[in-house]
């Protein structure tokens, strides 16, 4: 697991282990935060159907070793004011954002996340 690295968008954790049933959810949860992994969470508010920079380990009762970077997508930012004027009413299309290609260069671009001949960590701002 050294080499593993992960990047959760608009992750809902907290939805899956808050519930009652979850207990096998949760042991996994801890057992991958043992490991030091590379791992980058990124979410927004305007996403509903997401935690927004919320500890997931903490707030899943988990005990962990270590938590990644919880970090804002700030798309804001990424399109100009009336692209995300529309996006914002949008809700579907707000909780997909992760996975489009934007208009504005900034911190967050998931193409340059997976295609760019960098390591991930060398291509998130933190």
């Known amino acids: 697991l ?15 282990s808050y519930q009652k ?10 057992f991958v935060s043992r490991f030091d992994l590379k791992w980058y969470d990124y979410t927004s508010i305007i996403d509903g ?7 997931f380990f903490r707030t899943s009762g988990v005990n ?5 970077p919880f970090l804002s ?3 804001h930012t990424l399109y100009e004011k009336h ?8 809700k579907n299309k707000a909780h997909f954002l ?3 290609s934007i208009s504005v ?7 340059s996340f997976i295609i760019m001949p960098k390591f991930l960590e060398e291509k998130v701002k933190i």
Do not use: H, M, N, S
């Open 2 to 16: 050294r080499k593993l690295k992960i990047l959760t968008l608009g992750e809902c954790i907290p939805l899956v």
């Open 21 to 30: 049933k979850a207990d096998e959810f949760r042991k996994k949860l801890e």
């Open 49 to 55: 159907a997401c935690f927004p920079q919320v500890d």
């Open 64 to 68: 962990a070793k270590f938590t990644p």
């Open 73 to 75: 997508a700030k798309f």
């Open 83 to 90: 692209e995300y004027k529309k996006i914002k009413r949008d």
């Open 98 to 100: 992760y996975l489009y």
């Open 105 to 111: 260069k900034g911190d967050y671009d998931f193409f």
